[in-house]
């Protein structure tokens, strides 16, 4: 059973930044950030396949965005630097991989994190 755990969120002012990690113990063909503001649907942000490429970003986070990620001793982390952070931006922010071929943020992913809170004060 694969786990996925998201560390880093946290509260900063408008124009901040912060960044976003996700550790996890199995092989994925692809992992992705989602957030999610109550109330509304959520919405993917940024996606990476398992060789680092075929990189995609919402146009939400295209510019302010940056999705890595890397494998040490078996662990895959995955990270998300975020700058220049807008209250628009407050959100619960989700991890999940993809255990099939194909990658891409609108496609099904099949293991989540629970996700970690941003909140963006102006």
């Known amino acids: 059973q694969m786990n996925l755990v998201e560390h880093g969120g946290g509260s900063v002012e408008a124009g901040g930044s912060l960044t976003l990690s996700c550790s996890a113990t199995q092989y994925s063909y692809c992992m992705g950030w989602f957030r999610q503001v109550p109330g509304k649907e959520r919405e993917p942000v940024a996606s990476i396949d398992q060789g680092g490429g075929n990189i995609k970003y919402a146009d939400s986070a295209k510019g302010r965005f940056t999705i890595s990620q890397d494998n040490i001793s078996s662990v895959n982390t995955l990270y998300l630097q975020m700058d220049s952070l807008k209250p628009e931006d407050t959100a619960m922010y989700y991890c999940?991989?993809?255990?099939?071929?194909?990658?891409?943020?609108?496609?099904?992913?099949?293991?989540w994190g629970k996700g970690t809170l941003v909140t963006i004060s102006s």
């Open positions: 999940a991989a993809r255990l099939v071929p194909g990658c891409r943020y609108d496609y099904t992913m099949d293991v």
